[in-house]
């Protein structure tokens, strides 16, 4: 009898442990389902890198033409657009070095703000002298125009220096020409002429006085500034 309760016993423990629940077995099926999926997800990751690396090497490469700097100056009459800024005058053997110089004052602007006085000094030119000092600053990188960025006037001044309260500081707008990407052949950009509008410079304006719903700005007398560009 004692022998049979330990068979009996044993029976029942080789049993117990060869017992697996149903939830149990569905756990494992889903466990081998989502490796699976894993495995096929990693995959499919591989072969769409794989092409995409395929499809970048494969597609064209495109460059700027080479006579693209020439063809701008050409659509605006073989002039260099940057001459604009110039009201002092320029040099065409110095025009490159003086321009460097003009930019380099932006930093100056930049860090005092708007003057509370005329600026002073022999060698400052008429942008920084004037009622409303301005500097050159560039615009934002834009891969679709040419040239890809421009240098435009921009001034830290709203109202006039030593003006009364009912003038204000005013941009200058100049329109050029420009190149527009429109597409790739052979290896080269292709461009069509644009146009588009800078700031030149910036003026004392008196603000406009409305008569009749109809808006009118009273003429001022020349300022020492860039007006008369």
């Known amino acids: 009898m004692h022998g049979l309760n330990i068979v009996h016993h044993q029976y029942c423990m080789h049993s117990s442990n060869n017992y ?8 494992e099926v889903l466990q081998k389902i989502y490796k699976m999926n894993l495995i096929n997800i990693l995959i499919i990751a591989k072969v769409y890198i794989a092409y995409c690396i395929v499809f970048v090497n494969s597609a064209p490469t495109c460059t700027d033409p080479k006579d693209v700097q020439a063809k701008f100056n050409s659509i605006n009459g073989g002039v260099d657009y940057r001459t604009l800024f110039f009201t002092d005058g320029w040099k065409q053997d110095t025009m490159v070095i003086d321009f460097e110089k003009l930019v380099s004052l932006r930093d100056d602007f930049t860090k005092n703000g708007c003057p509370s006085t005329f600026l002073e000094g022999f060698n400052l030119p008429l942008m920084a002298r004037t009622s409303c000092p301005w500097f050159l600053e560039q ?15 921009a001034t830290k001044c709203t109202k006039c220096i030593d003006a009364s309260g009912d003038q204000k500081c005013s941009p200058i707008q100049q329109k050029i ?18 146009e588009t ?9 008196k603000q406009r006085e409305v008569e009749n719903d109809v808006p009118i700005t009273p003429a001022l007398p020349p300022a020492d500034g860039p007006e008369g560009m």
């Not at 697996?20 to 756990?27: A, D, F, G, M, S």
């Open 197 to 205: 509008y800078i700031q030149i410079a910036y003026v004392c304006e």
């Open 177 to 194: 020409k420009i190149l527009r990407r429109t597409g790739c052949d052979n290896g080269l950009y292709k461009y069509e002429v644009s």
């Open 20 to 27: 697996r629940p149903e939830h149990t077995q569905h756990q």
């Open 139 to 153: 615009t934002p990188y834009t891969a679709e125009t040419y040239p890809h960025t421009l240098y435009r006037a």
